[in-house]
């Protein structure tokens, strides 16, 4: 964490196997909770990279409300870098006109824990043509801000898609 407790935390998200784009719209009505739907197709594996500046020490992490094992894979004095898996097998495509929330759940050392909510549209498989439509999604940066060492706030959300800010 930085002198004054604040942090950015990165979070991208690539298909697997072979680090495969995913895209992101900007939802036009007002019925939704977010702005912006992340589009994941079922029954396929995703790889999520989330990284610290500065460095900080991931505890736990929950994708989905499920514990997943995050692997560290880069630390130097700037920054710190973790990736998982998240799988959708046996995810229900959502329904017309709706969308699914994935809460993502972070214990952090000496920060504490850090909460936010993807809004997702989950597609059948084989549908590329919906799924892969929109804008790709580059990563969610994350601006916080810990408090007492006990819960972490988010600042600030950046959605940053082909080099641009939304």
């Known amino acids: 964490m930085g002198a004054d407790g604040h942090f950015r935390v990165t979070l991208s998200v690539r298909?697997?196997?072979?680090?495969?784009?995913?895209?992101?719209?900007?939802?036009?009505?007002?019925?939704?909770?977010?702005?912006?739907t992340v589009k994941l197709s079922c029954d396929s594996t995703y790889r999520f990279d989330i990284s610290f500046k500065p460095p900080q020490l991931l505890q736990s992490l929950s994708i989905g409300g499920k514990p997943v094992e995050a692997i560290e894979r880069a630390r130097d004095g700037t920054a710190c870098a973790y990736s998982t898996y998240y799988s959708t097998k046996d995810v229900t495509p959502s329904a017309r006109g709706h969308r699914e929330e994935l809460p993502i759940a972070m214990r952090v050392l000496a920060s504490g824990y850090l909460t936010t909510c993807l809004q997702i549209k989950y597609y059948k498989p084989d549908d590329h043509s919906?799924?892969?439509?929109?804008?790709?999604l580059h990563c969610i940066?994350?601006?916080?801000?810990?408090?007492?060492?006990?819960?972490?706030?988010?600042?600030?959300?950046?959605?940053?898609?082909?080099?641009?800010e939304s």
Not at 142 to 162: F, I, P
């Open 130 to 136: 919906h799924c892969e439509w929109g804008s790709r």
């Open 15 to 36: 298909k697997e196997p072979g680090a495969g784009p995913v895209f992101c719209k900007m939802e036009t009505s007002a019925r939704f909770r977010q702005l912006k």
């Open 141 to 164: 940066e994350l601006d916080c801000s810990s408090v007492e060492g006990r819960l972490v706030t988010v600042d600030k959300e950046t959605y940053r898609k082909l080099g641009i």
